[in-house]
């Protein structure tokens, strides 16, 4: 009997064994078969585009042709799996050019709902109006260092601009060298916020947007044309300036400059592209290879924080913030 026991035990013991095994290769199974299934839509994209013109035919990185869309213009299709509409344009002389990619636009339901966050709940006043009427009726007097709700939409669409983009603007290019400067190392400091802190309390803090997925598998891009670089050249030199980035981290993901592209318009416009690069990494995905580094769990670039440790830190108020980030500097002027 006692021999009986035991051996029951070690039978429970071995099935919950290879039952626990036999789950945990059927999640590693799926999650390859998705990898496999994303690879596989990678492969093409096909769509429509507004306000497009001209014929341009690009080869890895560099184009050729004439063609012209603009940054309004619509981009309706299949990007590499992902449907639209996309927010894109592109400039081709020849075999000079830029073309810039970025992930599905947010639907209409969600800027109207975005834009309703920015407003007061009901039966509090709209100090945005508040603030407007005093500046008209005593102009100056708004000494309110914050940025008010009103001018948090913009900011937030600041911080995501280049700053290639930002120095094509008038305003920009009408400051002093001083003054450009002093908005350089300001922007730099906004960015580096987590939020945009106002003196309004019912205004929500404006977090950084959270880059889409079509992002974090490097689908996206901003490319010039015949290298593939994502700044200009002469910007890349680490040996004149500290601040400029290393030249190995100035290209378009390997996605982008291992595609073949036809595009046509007047007008409207149609585009094609065979991605030649994703189908290697399709075929060698089979093996276990992931050479466009777009297989699932995507690791988010912009932080190396636990969600946990994410929410802990969007709880903090400005002045913990500061606190924390004047702490984080002496620890890491203290290192050897």
Not at 285 to 301: I, R, S, W
Request: some cysteine; charged content about 25%; hydrophobic content about 35%.
């Amino acid at each position: 009997m006692q021999k009986l026991f035991f051996a029951r035990i070690r039978l429970k013991v071995v099935a919950r064994i290879v039952l626990l095994l036999s789950s945990l290769l059927f999640l590693q199974c799926a999650t390859y078969w998705n990898n496999r299934l994303a690879d596989s839509a990678d492969l093409v994209s096909v769509g429509i585009q507004t306000e497009s013109y001209g014929a341009s035919l690009r080869t890895g990185p560099v184009d050729f042709g004439i063609q012209y869309k603009s940054a309004e213009g619509k981009d309706l299709g299949l990007r590499q799996g992902y449907t639209g509409p996309f927010s894109s344009q592109s400039f081709v002389a020849f075999v000079l050019g830029s073309e810039i990619l970025e992930g599905p636009r947010p639907a209409e339901n969600e800027r109207i709902r975005d834009q309703e966050q920015l407003k007061p709940p009901p039966g509090l006043p709209d100090k945005s109006d508040a603030n407007d009427s005093t500046d008209r009726d005593n102009p100056g007097s708004n000494a309110n260092p914050e940025v008010d709700p009103k001018a948090l939409q913009q900011l937030e669409k600041l911080k995501q601009m280049s700053m290639e983009e930002i120095e094509a603007l008038p305003a920009y290019q009408q400051l002093s060298p001083e003054q450009k400067e002093q908005f350089r190392k300001q922007l730099q400091k906004l960015k580096e916020q987590t939020t945009i802190p106002t003196n309004d309390p019912t205004a929500p803090a404006v977090h950084p947007r959270k880059p889409s997925e079509m992002e974090l598998r490097k689908k996206t891009y901003k490319a010039r044309s015949p290298l593939g670089t994502n700044v200009p050249f002469q910007k890349k030199n680490p040996l004149l300036k500290s601040d400029k980035e290393p030249i190995s981290k100035g290209f378009a993901p390997l996605s982008y400059l291992t595609t073949i592209e036809l595009k046509l318009g007047l007008f409207g416009g149609v585009y094609f592209a065979f991605h030649a690069g994703e189908l290697v990494d399709l075929l060698a995905g089979f093996v276990g290879l992931d050479p466009m580094d777009d297989d699932a769990p995507l690791a988010n670039p912009a932080s190396n924080l636990t969600e946990e440790q994410r929410k802990q830190l969007e709880k903090l108020t400005p002045e913990q913030r500061k606190q924390l980030e004047e702490y984080q500097r002496q620890q890491q002027s203290n290192r050897p």
